[in-house]
Every structure is written in C-alpha cells, then in structure tokens.
C-alpha cells in the first residue's frame, strides 16, 4: 500500500482511483478524538459535521473502542442462520431503550428505510386490508432518506435522480410542515404509511411547527395509517433530547410524557447508534406491526451481527451515561444565541436555525454562489470543519461530548471567519 505523507498525495489517489460521486473539502484526516480531527500534516480541527451526526459520542470514544476489540477478538459474524450471543441482549436493550416491542436490526441508514417501507407496506396489505401491489407512503418535499432505487424514486432533489430511472411507484409527496396536505393526501385510497424526518436535517435543517408532529400523528392514526419517523440523523440524543419525537422532554432515556412525547409506530435508526464505529441501522415497531415478517421475507447477512451488536450497545450506554442529550440541550441554546448575534452584525449570515446541536447558518447569497463553501474553506484554515448543503447554507452539527468552553471557542472561530466575508 502507497504510504500517506501529504494532504496532496492522499487526494490524488482518490481522484484517480476513486468513483467522483462525493466534493469533499480538500481536508486530509488520519486521526480522530472526541471533538477533534487531525489532518496527515497534523494540523488539528473541531469538527463540526461529526459525520453526519454519526459520531455524537465523539471520535473513538474509548468505551465503544474498547468493546468492540473485545468483540472482535471472541466473535464477529455468524449469519441469521445461527442465533448468536449478543443479539438478543441487544434486542431487549435497544428495545426497552426506545420502548418499542421489537426491532429489526439492518447496517445503513438506508437499509433501515427499506426495511420500514417494506414492513408498513405488508402491515398495509395484511392488516390493514389494502388491495395487494395498490400501497402508497406518503413522503415530504426535500425529504433526503437514503441512495438506493426505490427512496431516490420519491426523492425531489433532481441531481439524485436524473438518470437513475426507472423508479418504484407508491409514493405520494407533499410539503413538509403542512398538515392540511397531510390530511388531504390521508384520504387518498391505499396509504398505509406516513414517512417523515421530524427535522429536515440534508434539506438544512429545517425545524417544523413545535405542535406538527403530534398533529401528524394524530391525522395518521385516525386513518389508521402507519407514521414512520426517520430519525437516523436527528434520533440519538442530538436534538436535545433521546429522539427528536420526544420533544421538548428532557429525561434521559426512553419515557412516555403524553404532552411532549410523539411515538412513531415505526422508528428508523442509524448513524449514532453506533458511535461511528460500524454501520449498524435499527427498525422498531410495536409487535403487532413487526410481527408481519415471517422468516425468508427480509433480512441481511450481516445485520444483527455480534460486533454491531455490542458496539451499538455500548453507543447507547455511553449517550444515557454521559447525558449527551442534556449536553446537546444546553449547547444548542448557546450557539444559536451567539450565532443569532452573528447574524445581526454581519448581514452575510442572514439567519440561524435548529434544535439541539444541530443547527444551520444560511447564507446571505444565491445557493449558486460559492460564498458558502469559500466560508467553509476559510473555517478549515482556522481549524473548524463545517460543509455546506444546498448552496448556501452551512450545517453545524459537532459531537455532543463538546464543552462550554470549547463551544464559544468554536463560535469565536466563526464569527470571526463570518466578519472577514463582510
Ligand atoms: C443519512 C441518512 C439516511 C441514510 O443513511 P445511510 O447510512 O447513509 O444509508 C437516511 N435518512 C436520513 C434522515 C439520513 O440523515
């Protein structure tokens, strides 16, 4: 193997050998430690993506590490066609974690998507009493749940799409945040399904109506339709509480407050369940609706295997001990108040939004403009690793293990990055 020495060296391979299907920002990292990324010449940064909000327990979090070169040492994978030991503690873990009855256990976000489509659509046809191959979900606008060929097909991001036809029928799109279309649409014959992010977190991040998801729910289940959360980005403690469905609730772990607490019939987990450590996706439904797939109707080779297992186990341990969601809370109120200063000093930032730690800054330009992505670049010069999304706007979203003092710090760096653009 060629050995790495330079930022240049290790971009010109990828450029070379490496499918173009990503624009990354010419940042080079070989280490990575809570909070902080290293670059192959060593220059340190905070980083503000967290992988998509995969690493919310911060970069090689030294118990989930050690977990798995435990794991990786006894047992690592056997295949469904064999019970193994670490399976069925997780189940009963992760389900009494989320309070659901049962869960199906993927690798990707997007497996997790598929599964979920194809659990709601048979729960359609089997208990709902909808005409076989006639199933339809709905779908938000600007929703982002996934690559593969069926979620692409309601997708309306057309660079996602062009030439990638034909696509899945089903799906029915209406816009996010509105409840008189999802009403609308409920009466439509065949939906058995409702599949929404509770924030649009690639559409950047947009945060609905405090009361939209409750009344979401509430119009689904008086059609007896099926509403699915996709929390893959925004579960996991990084809104400010365990799941973004759990609203405005703060405790630390699973729990039903009526008032705050909108449970989905099914919840799609990803990304920080594992800490970043190995792909590991999770679907939860309530038995009556899992209870659906029959041995043969679904499955993966490695989902449910012992190594994710144990390192989603342990993910899940380390965001209740740590109180990551109530670090997440608090932080989340600092920087959207610092930022919203920001944004009223320098007209280049034209407005702050999100919950928790995960947040947005829109820029004051076209989403053609470069102006974003040069903030971005200016920002890696001062050691703070942001991307943006759509143009013009750029996601802040570090891991939840982040300090106060390093906060302000982070948002010393950005206003001052954002003061030199104006
Ligand atoms: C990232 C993401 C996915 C897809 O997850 P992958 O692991 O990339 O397949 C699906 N839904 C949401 C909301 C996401 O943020």
Redesign the pocket.
């Given at each position: 193997m060629e050995r790495i020495t330079s930022s240049q060296q290790a971009i010109s391979l990828e450029d070379q050998y490496g499918a173009h299907n990503y624009h990354p920002l010419p940042v080079v990292l070989s280490r990575g430690e809570g909070v902080f990324l290293w670059d192959v010449e060593g220059k340190r940064y905070y980083d503000f993506l967290s992988a998509?909000?995969?690493v919310n327990q911060g970069h090689c979090h030294p118990r989930i590490k050690n977990a798995m070169i435990e794991q990786v040492g006894k047992l690592t994978l056997t295949s469904r066609a064999f019970y193994n030991d670490m399976l069925g503690p997780f189940e009963k873990y992760i389900t009494e974690y989320f309070g659901f009855d049962m869960v199906l256990p993927m690798n990707?976000?997007?497996?997790?998507?598929e599964t979920a489509l194809k659990l709601a659509r048979k729960w359609g046809y089997e208990r709902k009493g909808v005409t076989e191959n006639t199933a339809k979900i709905i779908v938000a606008e600007n929703n982002?749940?996934?690559?593969t060929t069926t979620?692409i097909s309601f997708s309306n991001d057309a660079n996602a799409r062009k030439s990638f036809g034909p696509f899945t029928d089903g799906f029915i799109r209406i816009p996010y945040n509105d409840i008189p279309a999802l009403k609308k649409a409920l009466e439509i014959e065949g939906v058995v399904g409702f599949l929404i992010?509770p924030i649009q977190?690639?559409a950047g991040v947009y945060t609905p109506a405090e009361d939209y998801l409750r009344k979401a729910k509430e119009a689904c289940s008086a059609q007896n339709v099926l509403f699915i959360a996709?929390?893959?980005?925004?579960g996991i403690a990084r809104t400010g509480s365990l799941l973004a469905v759990c609203g405005n609730c703060t405790c630390e772990g699973h729990c039903e407050q009526q008032e705050t607490y909108t449970k989905p019939d099914i919840l799609?987990l990803?990304?920080a369940i594992s800490g970043g450590f190995y792909?590991v996706?999770a679907v939860l439904a309530d038995r009556n609706i899992m209870e659906v797939i029959k041995p043969g109707q679904h499955g993966s080779t490695f989902g449910g295997n012992p190594l994710g297992a144990t390192v989603a186990m342990t993910a899940l341990e380390v965001v209740r001990d740590e109180k990551l969601a109530q670090n997440a809370r608090r932080l989340g109120k600092i920087f959207r108040a610092r930022m919203q200063k920001v944004a009223d000093t320098y007209p280049i930032a034209k407005l702050v939004r999100g919950k928790g730690l995960l947040n947005a800054v829109v820029i004051n330009d076209t989403p053609e403009s470069s102006t974003a992505w040069d903030i971005c670049m200016k920002l890696a010069e001062n050691g703070l690793l942001a991307k943006p999304t759509h143009g013009n706007i750029i996601r802040f979203a570090p891991p939840l293990v982040m300090t106060e003092e390093q906060l302000h710090e982070c948002c010393d760096i950005i206003e001052k990055v954002i003061s030199s653009f104006n």
């Open positions: 998509y909000s995969a990707t976000g997007a497996e997790g998507v982002f749940h996934g690559r979620i992010e977190g690639e996709d929390e893959i980005q925004t799609i990803g990304k792909p996706s």
